[in-house]
């Protein structure tokens, strides 16, 4: 699955990747977390636009989102049959750009965080299908979810489930719901090739969301991590039930 993730591009740099019109600007952020606000791609009226969406997708027929479970993740095997996520995939498929990563391996003992990127260091793109809730004062909500496919390679030793990127050269084809099919799409939602991505093992810190910063995703060293792992870590604050994240099959302030 993915369920944190850095953006640590710089506002010029994004903006000439993705070609969108406007001009955010926006500090680098090292531990990007489900329910905040995240920058996204989507095509409006024939151009490129970005958006702050909510991560955590809240469909459109949903009538109390505090009654709905939080839905960071859509699996690509199901996109077309789950109603949280067919008609988005049709019609409303975004990109969310981001540099890296976060994914906890279960070893014998505890789980591991480990930072992943891609091998040549290149800002990549997550596919994303969007929605907007709208409430019943007429109050209008953007969120969106991350489309994630099974692991393969090397990854796969890490997690089961590994986040689509989408190639710059199929931008184009992935945010175009109108002009095209679904069908034609469908084979992008892969998993990357084996070394692809390149990963190593980071601090416990990124487990709160409150640590926010470039010490983040450095490595650190076997017996860095087995210090961490003879301290006791501090619970996170109990969220409660309506808010909690969904289990790993997906359906489940930037600024």
Aim: with cysteine.
């Amino acid at each position: 699955m993915c369920g944190r993730y850095v953006i640590l591009s710089p506002p010029d740099a994004m903006r000439q990747v993705f070609g969108y019109a406007e001009q955010p600007n926006f500090p680098p952020r090292y531990n990007v977390a489900p329910t905040q606000p995240v920058p996204v791609v989507i095509l409006e009226s024939g151009a490129r636009h970005f958006r702050l969406m909510r991560w955590g997708l809240i469909p459109a027929w949903v009538k109390d989102p505090r009654q709905f479970s939080l839905v960071i993740n859509a699996r690509a095997e199901t996109v077309l049959d789950k109603p949280a996520f067919k008609n988005a995939m049709k019609r409303r498929r975004c990109l969310l750009p981001a540099d890296g990563y976060y994914e906890w391996h279960q070893s014998a003992d505890r789980k591991r965080p480990f930072f992943i990127r891609p091998r040549d260091g290149a800002l990549m793109a997550f596919a994303g299908l969007a929605e907007t809730w709208v409430g019943p004062n007429g109050e209008e909500l953007d969120t969106v979810a991350i489309v994630t496919a099974a692991a393969r390679g090397g990854l796969a030793t890490l997690h089961s489930r590994v986040p689509v990127t989408i190639a710059p050269e199929d931008h184009t084809r992935w945010l175009d719901g109108n002009a095209t099919d679904v069908g034609e799409v469908m084979p992008l939602l892969r998993a990357p090739a084996d070394g692809e991505f390149i990963w190593h093992e980071v601090s416990i810190r990124v487990n709160r969301v409150a640590n926010d910063d470039a010490q983040l995703v450095l490595p650190i060293s076997a017996q860095e991590a087995a210090e961490e792992a003879r301290k006791p870590e501090k619970k996170a604050a109990t969220r409660k039930p309506t808010a909690s994240a969904s289990a790993d099959d997906g359906q489940g302030s930037l600024f």
